[in-house]
């Protein structure tokens, strides 16, 4: 003992060491109200938490448990067991923490200080509490745009995948209506995507009911393909059984649409072969459940990432014309192939296009069933979010519309912010017909904004740069190389008809640049300062003539 006492007080460089006993942790309660309290330090040690219904276990996760007082309180939904005694287990507690003792329930799951974090983005979609990655699901359901995403619950970082679930009326406020899909017995929820069954080939839509049908993975276990539906946007049912059994470990992200010219379904999954291969599998359905490979893409290898995870797949019509219309393929990193499908084989065109120009912009995925006929794309934008007692980490982009156009080079996507987003215009300054000089005045000195949306056309005439500072981030066009460059990002963005056209957003964690008319998306993260409200508009090497600028103030939606 004496011995065992020394060595620790060695090992610790001789200073005495206070340990506190760390011991498996069992309470019993009876569930009285909505939700369990769960007492969160960020950075804390990751204790292993199991909640049990008679011996067994109805629901599980890692944690950074607060023995005392807490950054925030993740709530776990107790719904299900209302009036039963459930047991909290926990593998390994300090034996003087407080974090279940007592256990605290409570009939709703606010704080205060929600969505008053400093860090919050303000027109940007991020889960109340918790982390987020990839935008799931995504589909237009009963009146909703429904935006399911990867979301722990638990902590701030990533870790014990569940479907976060979000709705919105109109693309741009949204309702956080909580977990739609829990970790299971085969595994944790990795992404996938979603589809109504219109004609309900499914008949899991009982009563003339058209179900949403969604598609995970069910991850970190047995890498099978899942299944779950509702029939009021609310409430989810998993089928009982895999639908699609493992390829090879880590094929993950199922994307299901319907290809109406074969009546039949179509999933493409991304599957890792040997030596790292990525590859994107298709398989076709008569009814969602029984599926049958017919056909697949090579992408890249190992670090090169073309057609690695995330697949999103749809048709679009060049400038609109129907007759004319091309099938895109993508993977998380938005580069995409442009091609035709019959139904079972993609055969790619051009292949390695690139779609985005900015800085961790990834996994994005398109709502399905979009009433407007729209094709309307979320992305996961990672977000400099983590820090201190944030009770909420990473964020999603804005809501934007691909189109194709057609290019000299061939038919190119491009996005638009979605117009719904002219809702949060707030107060405005507008300028036209000026010209830049050099050293001149700023002429959006009086501009105070946290928030903004800029468009911005501009002819360089001679100028060498053109440069909007927003908050003190510079965003710079260099005229001669015809490139745009923000935070050392930089981006090709050719001038039209010899002027610079931007739309830019600006929100408390970045901005996002649209250029050439959408044809570059350019969204760079970076936390602005908190107290630099101020704008500016300059060139350098010569003159430049304005043509208009409209800066608005954005509203926050929450
Ligand atoms: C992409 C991804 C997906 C996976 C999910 C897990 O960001 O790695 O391939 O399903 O995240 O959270």
């Given at each position: 003992?004496?011995n065992r006492l020394i060595?620790?007080?060695?090992?610790?460089?001789?200073?005495?060491?206070?340990?506190?006993?760390?011991?498996?942790?069992?309470?019993?309660?009876?569930?009285?109200?909505?939700?369990?309290?769960?007492?969160?330090?960020?950075?804390?040690?990751?204790?292993?938490?199991?909640?049990?219904?008679?011996?067994?276990?109805?629901?599980?996760?890692?944690?950074?448990?607060?023995?005392?007082?807490?950054?925030?309180?993740?709530?776990?939904?107790?719904?299900?067991?209302?009036?039963?005694?459930?047991?909290?287990?926990?593998?390994?507690?300090?034996?003087?923490?407080?974090?279940?003792?007592?256990?605290?329930?409570?009939?709703?799951?606010?704080?205060?200080?929600?969505?008053?974090?400093?860090?919050?983005?303000?027109?940007?979609?991020?889960?109340?509490?918790?982390?987020?990655?990839?935008?799931?699901?995504?589909?237009?359901?009963?009146?909703?745009?429904?935006?399911?995403?990867?979301?722990?619950?638990?902590?701030?970082?990533?870790?014990?995948?569940?479907?976060?679930?979000?709705?919105?009326?109109?693309?741009?406020?949204?309702?956080?209506?909580?977990?739609?899909?829990?970790?299971?017995?085969?595994?944790?929820?990795?992404?996938?995507?979603?589809?109504?069954?219109?004609?309900?080939?499914?008949?899991?839509?009982?009563g003339g009911e058209q179900?949403?049908?969604?598609?995970?993975?069910?991850?970190?276990?047995?890498?099978?393909?899942?299944?779950?539906?509702?029939?009021d946007g609310r409430k989810?049912?998993?089928?009982?059984?895999?639908?699609?059994?493992?390829?090879?470990?880590?094929?993950?992200?199922?994307?299901?649409?319907?290809?109406?010219?074969?009546?039949?379904?179509?999933?493409?999954?991304?599957?890792?072969?040997?030596?790292?291969?990525?590859?994107?599998?298709?398989?076709?359905?008569?009814?969602?459940?029984?599926?049958?490979?017919?056909?697949?893409?090579?992408?890249?290898?190992?670090?090169?990432?073309?057609?690695?995870?995330?697949?999103?797949?749809?048709?679009?019509?060049?400038?609109?014309?129907?007759?004319?219309?091309?099938?895109?393929?993508?993977?998380?990193?938005?580069?995409?192939?442009?091609?035709?499908?019959?139904?079972?084989?993609?055969?790619?065109?051009?292949?390695?296009?690139?779609?985005?120009?900015?800085?961790?912009?990834?996994?994005?995925?398109?709502?399905?069933?979009?009433?407007?006929?729209?094709?309307?794309?979320?992305?996961?934008?990672?977000?400099?979010?983590?820090?201190?007692?944030?009770?909420?980490?990473?964020?999603?982009?804005?809501?934007?519309?691909?189109?194709?156009?057609?290019?000299?080079?061939?038919?190119?996507?491009?996005?638009?912010?979605?117009?719904?987003?002219?809702?949060?215009?707030?107060?405005?300054?507008?300028?036209?017909?000026?010209?830049?000089?050099?050293?001149?005045?700023?002429?959006?000195?009086?501009?105070?904004?946290?928030?903004?949306?800029?468009?911005?056309?501009?002819?360089?005439?001679?100028?060498?740069?053109?440069?909007?500072?927003?908050?003190?981030?510079?965003?710079?066009?260099?005229?001669?190389?015809?490139?745009?460059?923000?935070?050392?990002?930089?981006?090709?963005?050719?001038?039209?008809?010899?002027?610079?056209?931007?739309?830019?957003?600006?929100?408390?964690?970045?901005?996002?640049?649209?250029?050439?008319?959408?044809?570059?998306?350019?969204?760079?993260?970076?936390?602005?300062?908190?107290?630099?409200?101020?704008?500016?508009?300059?060139?350098?090497?010569?003159?430049?003539?304005?043509?208009?600028?409209?800066?608005?103030?954005?509203?926050?939606?929450?």
């Amino acid at each position: 003992m004496i011995n065992r006492l020394i060595l620790l007080l060695l090992m610790c460089g001789g200073l005495p060491l206070i340990t506190t006993a760390q011991q498996p942790f069992t309470t019993k309660f009876e569930v009285g109200e909505k939700y369990l309290k769960i007492p969160i330090k960020n950075g804390a040690a990751k204790r292993n938490v199991d909640i049990l219904l008679n011996g067994e276990k109805v629901r599980w996760f890692n944690v950074e448990l607060a023995d005392d007082t807490p950054d925030w309180y993740a709530y776990l939904d107790l719904t299900a067991w209302k009036g039963n005694t459930l047991t909290i287990h926990v593998d390994s507690l300090n034996s003087n923490s407080k974090a279940f003792a007592p256990v605290v329930q409570e009939a709703d799951d606010r704080n205060k200080a929600d969505y008053l974090e400093p860090l919050r983005g303000q027109f940007h979609f991020s889960p109340k509490r918790g982390w987020n990655n990839d935008p799931n699901g995504m589909a237009y359901y009963k009146g909703e745009y429904h935006l399911f995403f990867q979301h722990n619950p638990y902590g701030v970082n990533w870790g014990n995948m569940h479907w976060g679930h979000a709705v919105s009326k109109d693309l741009v406020h949204w309702k956080e209506v909580g977990e739609a899909l829990y970790p299971d017995e085969f595994g944790t929820m990795f992404s996938g995507g979603g589809v109504i069954d219109t004609e309900n080939t499914s008949g899991l839509g009982k009563g003339g009911e058209q179900p949403l049908v969604l598609y995970y993975t069910a991850a970190e276990k047995t890498w099978n393909q899942g299944l779950a539906y509702t029939v009021d946007g609310r409430k989810f049912t998993k089928l009982p059984h895999t639908i699609l059994d493992k390829i090879t470990d880590g094929n993950r992200d199922p994307k299901v649409i319907w290809h109406a010219p074969s009546k039949h379904w179509v999933m493409v999954l991304y599957v890792t072969e040997a030596n790292d291969l990525h590859t994107m599998h298709f398989f076709t359905s008569p009814d969602m459940k029984s599926w049958t490979f017919t056909s697949k893409i090579v992408g890249g290898i190992g670090d090169d990432r073309y057609m690695h995870e995330c697949p999103e797949f749809f048709e679009l019509a060049v400038d609109g014309d129907e007759n004319n219309k091309k099938w895109i393929l993508t993977g998380a990193n938005s580069q995409y192939a442009i091609g035709t499908f019959d139904g079972k084989t993609f055969v790619p065109q051009e292949e390695r296009l690139f779609s985005q120009h900015g800085r961790d912009y990834y996994a994005a995925q398109t709502f399905s069933d979009e009433p407007k006929g729209r094709r309307v794309e979320i992305g996961w934008w990672r977000t400099h979010t983590n820090q201190g007692a944030s009770s909420f980490n990473q964020s999603m982009s804005i809501p934007m519309a691909l189109t194709l156009k057609q290019t000299a080079a061939g038919a190119r996507l491009v996005r638009t912010p979605v117009e719904e987003l002219q809702k949060l215009r707030g107060a405005a300054t507008k300028l036209t017909s000026k010209e830049l000089v050099p050293e001149m005045q700023n002429l959006l000195a009086k501009v105070d904004a946290e928030t903004a949306e800029i468009l911005l056309t501009v002819a360089p005439k001679d100028a060498k740069i053109i440069q909007l500072t927003v908050r003190g981030l510079e965003i710079n066009y260099d005229v001669a190389k015809q490139e745009l460059e923000i935070d050392q990002v930089r981006a090709q963005a050719p001038l039209e008809d010899g002027k610079l056209d931007l739309q830019v957003f600006v929100d408390r964690t970045g901005v996002e640049v649209f250029a050439a008319k959408g044809a570059v998306f350019m969204p760079v993260n970076y936390n602005l300062k908190q107290t630099d409200h101020t704008y500016g508009l300059h060139v350098k090497g010569g003159k430049a003539a304005l043509e208009n600028l409209e800066l608005y103030q954005l509203k926050s939606i929450w």
